[in-house]
């Protein structure tokens, strides 16, 4: 969780101890430290300090300069971080997002902002707490809120410290016809703000105990009587089983899609010793970090997705080629197998000619100058008219020699 100290108390702690050690108590890198340190005017020991001093040499500490004209931030917010190991990307921007947060003064005065100003006016405006006690607006320019009444102040705390705080963190809260937002570097990550509640067993009040004595007496009458008055005996009165108390305890939770193999930080709670006021810096640190890690996914999406495309292309190209290669082949077969035919046509005229002279008769003859057809036919098909007439009309050899190709569906 975020720690708030002043410039004292940060000037005190790097004097106390070497940033190596301070740093490592920050989860932050030395490196990280140094720039805080030199964001908000802190001097800090020079390199071989600590060295004289260990050996027992004198040392000087460099005074605590005072707040540099127009510095705005009189407290240094080191947000929370993160010990586990994480992608290099995400670590490099919560460090940098840290660094920024430093700045936030978390109690400021927050100026007034439409989504804000909408989301309140919306829970002020909604219909009655449901049986859980929580009222639940969404919508149009307003963040998907579920709290009790007794929790609008805060949610009104809470939001408007994140759009204030954010404009350090170039962090936006904004909203469209789909509701509330937090932007980041190109990146959307919505949001909504719940309370959680308890619940056990309804204990019946006083009014109740008295519906029922009421019922039950009733009852004995219509029994006694019998016939119509038990028939008309009004319904056992009903109360609910459980009864629900809200517990003040609020979180904010931030919508993003499946990560592949991250799992940054999306839920802010209460916790014991601070709430959800005082995170400021560790939910617009966290955007940072969830920012940056969709992006990352979805990039890697788009390069897997891209890669996938490519290899169907190549599939789909290949099979293409041999489509066509195939089509030429058969039409090259066809081509010579009419060839071979025309040569024994040839053959065949050529004897009975030979044979039977220029004037052949009967049913030799009839058949002769039905070949002679069959032949001049053959012959005019096979000239490169011809061929490029059939070409034309098989759609082979040109542009559309991928007539009829039927590419494969994708994934298969």
């Not at 000087?60 to 127009?70: A, E, I, V, Y």
């Not at 006694?224 to 005996?233: F, K, Q, S, Y």
């Not at 024994?344 to 005229?349: D, E, F, I």
């Not at 053959?378 to 011809?386: I, K, N, P, V, Y």
């Amino acid at each position: 969780m975020s720690r708030t100290f002043t410039r004292e108390e940060i000037y005190e702690l790097v004097w106390s101890r070497p940033m190596t050690q301070l740093a490592k108590e920050f989860a932050l890198s030395d490196v990280a430290l140094h720039k805080i340190c030199r964001k908000h005017g802190i001097p800090n020991p020079p390199l071989g300090w600590w060295a004289r001093k260990a050996a027992g040499k004198p040392v000087k500490r460099t005074p605590l300069p005072g707040l540099r004209s127009g510095a705005r931030a009189r407290t240094i917010t080191i947000a929370e971080g993160h010990l586990k190991p994480e992608p290099e990307a995400m670590a490099a921007v919560r460090e940098k997002a840290r660094l920024l947060a430093s700045s936030i003064e978390v109690e400021a005065k927050t100026p007034s902002h439409a989504v804000v100003t909408e989301t309140l006016r919306a829970l002020r405006n909604a219909a009655p707490p449901t049986p859980q006690g929580l009222v639940s607006v969404s919508g149009p320019g307003r963040v998907e809120t579920e709290v009790s009444p007794g929790s609008f102040d805060r949610v009104e705390l809470i939001l408007g410290r994140l759009a204030a705080a954010g404009a350090t963190l170039d962090v936006e809260l904004a909203a469209d016809e789909s509701g509330a937002f937090l932007k980041h570097d190109g990146e959307t990550i919505r949001f909504s703000i719940s309370e959680s509640y308890r619940r056990h067993k309804h204990a019946p009040t006083e009014i109740e105990q008295a519906q029922l004595k009421a019922w039950e007496k009733k009852h004995e009458k219509a029994l006694r009587r019998g016939g119509w008055d038990v028939v008309m005996l009004p319904d056992l009165p009903r109360f609910p089983e459980w009864d629900y108390v809200p517990t003040g305890q609020l979180s904010i939770e931030m919508q993003a899609p499946h990560l592949y193999g991250v799992s940054p930080r999306r839920s802010f709670r209460d916790a014991k010793i601070q709430r959800l006021e005082k995170m400021t810096g560790d939910i617009l640190v966290g955007v940072h970090v969830l920012a940056v890690a969709v992006r990352e996914d979805r990039l890697r999406r788009e390069a897997a997705d891209k890669q996938r495309r490519e290899a169907e292309e190549r599939r789909e190209r290949a099979l293409r080629e041999r489509h066509v290669r195939e089509r030429r082949n058969a039409a090259l077969d066809h081509l010579l197998q009419e060839i071979g035919e025309l040569d024994r046509l040839r053959r065949l005229m050529t004897a009975l000619y030979g044979e039977l002279g220029n004037r052949p008769s009967g049913r030799v003859g009839e058949f002769m100058a039905f070949a002679e057809l069959r032949l001049h036919e053959s012959e005019q098909a096979l000239r490169a008219t011809g061929l490029s007439s059939r070409f034309e009309n098989e759609r082979l050899f040109g542009d559309d020699d991928d007539y009829d190709f039927r590419p494969p569906a994708l994934g298969h």
